[in-house]
Protein backbone atom coordinates (compact mmCIF):
# COMPACT_ATOMS: atom_id res chain seq x y z
CA UNK A 1 0.00 0.00 0.00
CA UNK A 2 1.37 3.49 -1.15
CA UNK A 3 0.46 6.52 1.53
CA UNK A 4 -1.67 8.18 -1.06
CA UNK A 5 -4.74 6.91 -2.72
CA UNK A 6 -7.31 7.75 -5.23
CA UNK A 7 -9.40 9.26 -2.02
CA UNK A 8 -6.59 11.29 -1.53
CA UNK A 9 -6.60 12.68 -5.08
CA UNK A 10 -10.74 13.25 -4.74
CA UNK A 11 -10.32 15.00 -1.61
CA UNK A 12 -7.96 17.13 -2.95
CA UNK A 13 -10.15 18.18 -6.23
CA UNK A 14 -13.11 19.50 -3.76
CA UNK A 15 -10.52 21.19 -1.43
CA UNK A 16 -8.39 22.96 -4.62
CA UNK A 17 -12.00 23.54 -6.43
CA UNK A 18 -11.96 27.33 -7.42
CA UNK A 19 -7.95 28.00 -6.44
CA UNK A 20 -6.64 25.94 -9.36
CA UNK A 21 -8.01 26.39 -13.09
CA UNK A 22 -9.68 23.73 -15.02
CA UNK A 23 -7.26 23.93 -17.69
CA UNK A 24 -8.71 22.75 -21.07
CA UNK A 25 -8.03 19.75 -23.24
CA UNK A 26 -6.94 20.47 -26.84
CA UNK A 27 -6.67 18.22 -30.26
CA UNK A 28 -5.48 18.57 -33.62
CA UNK A 29 -6.22 16.73 -36.88
CA UNK A 30 -3.16 17.22 -37.93
CA UNK A 31 -1.14 15.84 -34.66
CA UNK A 32 -3.40 13.06 -34.46
CA UNK A 33 -2.81 12.09 -38.23
CA UNK A 34 0.73 12.40 -37.31
CA UNK A 35 0.92 10.45 -34.63
CA UNK A 36 -1.56 7.54 -36.39
CA UNK A 37 -4.00 7.65 -33.12
CA UNK A 38 -6.32 10.42 -31.79
CA UNK A 39 -4.70 12.59 -29.01
CA UNK A 40 -6.00 14.91 -25.84
CA UNK A 41 -3.92 17.25 -24.77
CA UNK A 42 -4.73 18.49 -21.10
CA UNK A 43 -2.85 22.03 -21.24
CA UNK A 44 -1.25 22.33 -18.18
CA UNK A 45 1.04 24.89 -19.47
CA UNK A 46 -1.93 27.01 -18.74
CA UNK A 47 -2.32 26.42 -15.06
CA UNK A 48 -1.92 29.33 -12.67
CA UNK A 49 1.91 29.65 -12.68
CA UNK A 50 2.28 28.22 -15.92
CA UNK A 51 2.67 24.55 -14.17
CA UNK A 52 0.66 21.92 -12.92
CA UNK A 53 2.92 22.36 -9.99
CA UNK A 54 0.22 24.50 -8.93
CA UNK A 55 -1.98 21.70 -7.90
CA UNK A 56 0.33 19.64 -5.21
CA UNK A 57 0.72 23.00 -4.14
CA UNK A 58 -2.14 24.04 -3.04
CA UNK A 59 -3.37 21.26 -1.65
CA UNK A 60 -0.60 20.70 0.57
CA UNK A 61 -0.67 23.98 1.86
CA UNK A 62 -4.20 24.08 2.39
CA UNK A 63 -3.35 20.70 4.72
CA UNK A 64 -0.96 22.51 7.29
CA UNK A 65 -3.08 23.99 9.55
CA UNK A 66 -1.46 25.86 12.26
CA UNK A 67 1.97 24.87 10.85
CA UNK A 68 0.99 27.55 8.09
CA UNK A 69 1.59 30.56 10.44
CA UNK A 70 5.71 30.26 10.37
CA UNK A 71 5.60 29.74 6.43
CA UNK A 72 7.04 27.13 4.37
CA UNK A 73 10.05 26.24 2.72
CA UNK A 74 11.39 24.20 -0.66
CA UNK A 75 14.11 23.76 -3.03
CA UNK A 76 13.03 23.92 -6.42
CA UNK A 77 14.27 24.98 -10.49
CA UNK A 78 12.06 26.72 -10.77
CA UNK A 79 8.10 25.93 -11.50
CA UNK A 80 7.56 24.17 -7.94
CA UNK A 81 8.99 27.31 -6.71
CA UNK A 82 6.55 29.62 -8.09
CA UNK A 83 3.56 27.15 -7.47
CA UNK A 84 4.68 27.17 -3.70
CA UNK A 85 5.27 30.84 -3.63
CA UNK A 86 1.62 31.81 -4.89
CA UNK A 87 0.40 28.89 -2.88
CA UNK A 88 1.96 30.79 0.35
CA UNK A 89 1.30 34.05 -0.78
CA UNK A 90 -3.13 33.47 -1.08
CA UNK A 91 -2.90 32.13 2.34
CA UNK A 92 -0.87 35.31 3.57
CA UNK A 93 2.03 33.20 4.87
CA UNK A 94 6.12 33.60 3.94
CA UNK A 95 7.20 31.25 1.75
CA UNK A 96 11.23 30.54 1.96
CA UNK A 97 12.35 29.03 -1.59
CA UNK A 98 15.89 27.64 -2.45
CA UNK A 99 16.92 27.57 -6.00
CA UNK A 100 20.10 26.68 -8.10
CA UNK A 101 21.81 29.69 -9.35
CA UNK A 102 21.42 28.37 -12.62
CA UNK A 103 17.38 28.10 -12.87
CA UNK A 104 15.93 29.54 -15.41
CA UNK A 105 15.32 33.44 -15.22
CA UNK A 106 11.74 33.50 -16.20
CA UNK A 107 11.20 31.17 -12.96
CA UNK A 108 13.11 33.42 -10.74
CA UNK A 109 11.47 35.89 -11.91
CA UNK A 110 8.08 34.04 -11.03
CA UNK A 111 9.14 33.47 -7.79
CA UNK A 112 10.06 36.98 -7.05
CA UNK A 113 6.84 37.72 -8.14
CA UNK A 114 4.72 36.50 -5.33
CA UNK A 115 6.70 38.16 -2.63
CA UNK A 116 8.81 34.74 -1.14
CA UNK A 117 12.45 34.89 -0.25
CA UNK A 118 14.86 32.95 -2.70
CA UNK A 119 18.14 32.24 -1.34
CA UNK A 120 20.68 30.30 -4.03
CA UNK A 121 22.56 27.45 -4.21
CA UNK A 122 25.18 25.51 -5.88
CA UNK A 123 22.84 23.27 -8.64
CA UNK A 124 23.59 19.81 -6.75
CA UNK A 125 21.26 17.95 -4.69
CA UNK A 126 23.20 18.29 -1.40
CA UNK A 127 23.62 21.83 -1.40
CA UNK A 128 19.75 22.74 -1.96
CA UNK A 129 18.90 20.36 0.94
CA UNK A 130 21.39 21.75 3.38
CA UNK A 131 20.39 25.18 2.29
CA UNK A 132 16.98 24.44 2.99
CA UNK A 133 17.66 23.01 6.11
CA UNK A 134 19.58 26.32 7.47
CA UNK A 135 16.27 28.04 6.45
CA UNK A 136 14.09 25.74 8.30
CA UNK A 137 16.48 26.45 11.08
CA UNK A 138 15.99 29.78 11.13
CA UNK A 139 12.63 30.72 10.05
CA UNK A 140 10.65 27.05 11.85
CA UNK A 141 8.95 27.03 7.50
CA UNK A 142 7.58 23.53 7.05
CA UNK A 143 9.36 22.01 4.11
CA UNK A 144 6.89 21.00 1.49
CA UNK A 145 9.23 18.80 -0.98
CA UNK A 146 8.46 19.50 -4.80
CA UNK A 147 6.95 15.53 -5.24
CA UNK A 148 8.43 13.46 -2.20
CA UNK A 149 5.12 14.19 -0.35
CA UNK A 150 1.49 12.28 -0.63
CA UNK A 151 -0.39 15.51 0.00
CA UNK A 152 1.63 17.17 -3.46
CA UNK A 153 1.12 13.87 -5.02
CA UNK A 154 -2.47 13.70 -4.78
CA UNK A 155 -2.87 17.56 -6.10
CA UNK A 156 -0.97 16.71 -8.82
CA UNK A 157 -3.16 13.77 -9.48
CA UNK A 158 -6.12 15.75 -10.01
CA UNK A 159 -4.72 16.77 -13.28
CA UNK A 160 -5.61 13.02 -14.66
CA UNK A 161 -9.21 13.34 -13.27
CA UNK A 162 -10.27 16.08 -15.02
CA UNK A 163 -8.70 14.87 -18.14
CA UNK A 164 -10.31 11.28 -18.06
CA UNK A 165 -13.34 13.05 -16.61
CA UNK A 166 -13.48 15.23 -19.51
CA UNK A 167 -12.41 13.49 -22.26
CA UNK A 168 -11.98 9.77 -21.56
CA UNK A 169 -12.02 6.68 -21.60
CA UNK A 170 -8.09 6.50 -23.07
CA UNK A 171 -6.44 3.21 -24.39
CA UNK A 172 -3.12 5.05 -22.81
CA UNK A 173 -2.08 7.97 -20.62
CA UNK A 174 1.28 9.48 -20.56
CA UNK A 175 2.67 12.42 -19.12
CA UNK A 176 7.00 13.41 -18.71
CA UNK A 177 8.70 12.53 -15.58
CA UNK A 178 11.21 14.14 -13.26
CA UNK A 179 10.78 13.61 -9.62
CA UNK A 180 7.61 11.38 -10.68
CA UNK A 181 5.03 13.56 -8.40
CA UNK A 182 2.51 13.78 -11.94
CA UNK A 183 3.07 10.46 -13.21
CA UNK A 184 2.60 8.56 -9.50
CA UNK A 185 -0.52 10.88 -9.24
CA UNK A 186 -1.96 10.04 -12.59
CA UNK A 187 -1.10 6.62 -11.75
CA UNK A 188 -3.03 6.21 -8.78
CA UNK A 189 -5.96 8.41 -10.54
CA UNK A 190 -6.04 6.74 -14.05
CA UNK A 191 -5.61 3.18 -12.04
CA UNK A 192 -8.49 4.06 -10.40
CA UNK A 193 -11.32 5.38 -13.28
CA UNK A 194 -9.58 3.47 -16.11
CA UNK A 195 -7.97 0.06 -14.78
CA UNK A 196 -7.20 -1.18 -18.32
CA UNK A 197 -5.53 1.66 -19.71
CA UNK A 198 -1.88 1.99 -20.23
CA UNK A 199 0.07 3.91 -18.27
CA UNK A 200 3.25 5.83 -20.08
CA UNK A 201 6.02 8.27 -18.79
CA UNK A 202 8.25 10.43 -21.03
CA UNK A 203 11.56 11.40 -20.21
CA UNK A 204 14.79 12.85 -21.94
CA UNK A 205 17.78 10.46 -22.69
CA UNK A 206 19.80 12.82 -21.26
CA UNK A 207 18.06 12.71 -17.83
CA UNK A 208 16.74 9.05 -18.15
CA UNK A 209 17.34 7.58 -14.29
CA UNK A 210 12.96 6.57 -14.70
CA UNK A 211 13.50 4.99 -17.28
CA UNK A 212 16.75 3.07 -15.88
CA UNK A 213 14.93 2.64 -12.80
CA UNK A 214 12.30 1.11 -14.22
CA UNK A 215 13.96 -1.04 -16.66
CA UNK A 216 16.38 -2.22 -13.58
CA UNK A 217 12.98 -2.78 -10.83
CA UNK A 218 15.31 -1.02 -8.07
CA UNK A 219 16.06 3.11 -7.93
CA UNK A 220 18.81 4.32 -9.88
CA UNK A 221 19.83 7.67 -9.11
CA UNK A 222 20.12 10.49 -11.43
CA UNK A 223 24.02 11.20 -12.33
CA UNK A 224 25.33 14.25 -14.06
CA UNK A 225 22.64 15.02 -16.29
CA UNK A 226 22.33 17.02 -19.30
CA UNK A 227 19.35 17.92 -21.26
CA UNK A 228 17.44 21.36 -22.42
CA UNK A 229 14.30 19.78 -20.68
CA UNK A 230 15.14 22.04 -17.09
CA UNK A 231 12.16 20.58 -15.33
CA UNK A 232 13.21 16.95 -15.34
CA UNK A 233 16.63 16.82 -14.22
CA UNK A 234 15.85 15.50 -10.68
CA UNK A 235 15.51 12.41 -9.31
CA UNK A 236 12.82 9.91 -8.20
CA UNK A 237 11.98 9.47 -4.52
CA UNK A 238 11.38 6.13 -3.25
CA UNK A 239 8.05 6.98 -2.72
CA UNK A 240 7.26 7.66 -6.19
CA UNK A 241 9.51 5.29 -7.71
CA UNK A 242 7.33 2.54 -5.78
CA UNK A 243 4.12 3.84 -7.53
CA UNK A 244 5.91 4.28 -10.84
CA UNK A 245 7.27 0.82 -10.49
CA UNK A 246 3.30 -0.75 -9.67
CA UNK A 247 1.82 0.43 -12.76
CA UNK A 248 3.79 2.19 -15.31
CA UNK A 249 4.36 0.27 -18.28
CA UNK A 250 6.96 1.82 -19.72
CA UNK A 251 9.25 4.96 -19.91
CA UNK A 252 9.77 6.28 -23.31
CA UNK A 253 12.98 8.60 -23.55
CA UNK A 254 13.24 11.24 -26.22
CA UNK A 255 16.22 13.58 -27.79
CA UNK A 256 16.47 17.40 -27.16
CA UNK A 257 16.27 17.67 -31.01
CA UNK A 258 12.57 15.40 -30.70
CA UNK A 259 11.54 17.63 -27.93
CA UNK A 260 12.49 21.14 -29.80
CA UNK A 261 10.61 19.75 -32.93
CA UNK A 262 7.35 18.61 -31.14
CA UNK A 263 7.72 22.15 -29.41
CA UNK A 264 7.42 23.60 -33.00
CA UNK A 265 4.35 21.39 -33.71
CA UNK A 266 2.71 22.40 -30.31
CA UNK A 267 2.88 26.32 -31.29
CA UNK A 268 2.01 25.46 -34.65
CA UNK A 269 -0.91 23.05 -34.67
CA UNK A 270 -2.50 24.12 -31.12
CA UNK A 271 -1.21 27.43 -30.85
CA UNK A 272 0.54 27.28 -27.11
CA UNK A 273 3.88 27.33 -25.49
CA UNK A 274 5.34 24.83 -23.90
CA UNK A 275 8.17 23.92 -22.21
CA UNK A 276 10.78 21.12 -22.98
CA UNK A 277 10.10 18.97 -20.37
CA UNK A 278 5.99 19.32 -21.30
CA UNK A 279 6.68 18.53 -24.82
CA UNK A 280 8.45 15.50 -24.27
CA UNK A 281 4.95 13.45 -23.99
CA UNK A 282 4.03 14.77 -27.37
CA UNK A 283 8.13 13.67 -28.61
CA UNK A 284 7.40 10.59 -27.54
CA UNK A 285 4.45 9.46 -28.92
CA UNK A 286 5.88 10.60 -32.44
CA UNK A 287 8.81 7.68 -31.66
CA UNK A 288 8.48 4.78 -33.75
CA UNK A 289 8.78 2.41 -30.56
CA UNK A 290 5.13 4.05 -29.76
CA UNK A 291 4.02 4.21 -33.25
CA UNK A 292 4.81 0.24 -32.51
CA UNK A 293 2.00 0.20 -30.10
CA UNK A 294 -0.98 -0.44 -32.63
CA UNK A 295 -3.63 -1.59 -30.21
CA UNK A 296 -3.80 2.37 -28.63
CA UNK A 297 -6.68 4.30 -30.72
CA UNK A 298 -6.55 7.33 -28.39
CA UNK A 299 -3.69 9.03 -25.54
CA UNK A 300 -4.37 11.45 -22.98
CA UNK A 301 -1.37 13.33 -22.91
CA UNK A 302 -0.53 16.09 -19.77
CA UNK A 303 1.57 18.84 -21.08
CA UNK A 304 3.54 19.50 -17.67
CA UNK A 305 4.07 23.40 -18.12
CA UNK A 306 5.09 26.47 -20.34
CA UNK A 307 7.70 28.32 -18.66
CA UNK A 308 9.95 29.06 -21.17
CA UNK A 309 13.42 31.05 -21.16
CA UNK A 310 14.27 31.41 -24.14
CA UNK A 311 18.02 32.38 -23.37
CA UNK A 312 18.47 28.83 -22.57
CA UNK A 313 17.51 27.12 -26.03
CA UNK A 314 19.42 26.45 -28.91
CA UNK A 315 19.16 29.52 -31.61
CA UNK A 316 16.27 29.79 -33.80
CA UNK A 317 14.50 27.06 -31.94
CA UNK A 318 11.40 29.77 -30.52
Not at 62 to 88: D, I, K, P, Y
Not at 177 to 205: H, K, M, N, Q
Request: proline share 6%; glycine share 8%.
Amino acid sequence: MHPVDFDDVRAAAARIEGIVAHTPVLTSIALDTLAGRRLFFKCENLQHVGAFKFRGASNAVALLGSEARTGVCTHSSGNHAQALALAAKQHGIPAYIVMPDNAPQVKVNGVRSHGAEITFCEPTLSARESTAAALIERTGATFIHPYDNPRVIAGQGTAALELIAEEGPFEAIITPVGGGGLLSGTCISTRALLPDSRIFGAEPTGADDAARSLAAGELIPQTDPNTICDGLLTSLSNLTFGIINDHVERIFTVTDEEVLAAMTLLRNHLDIVVEPSGATVLAAVLTDEFRALSDIDSVGLIISGGNIDPASLPPNSM
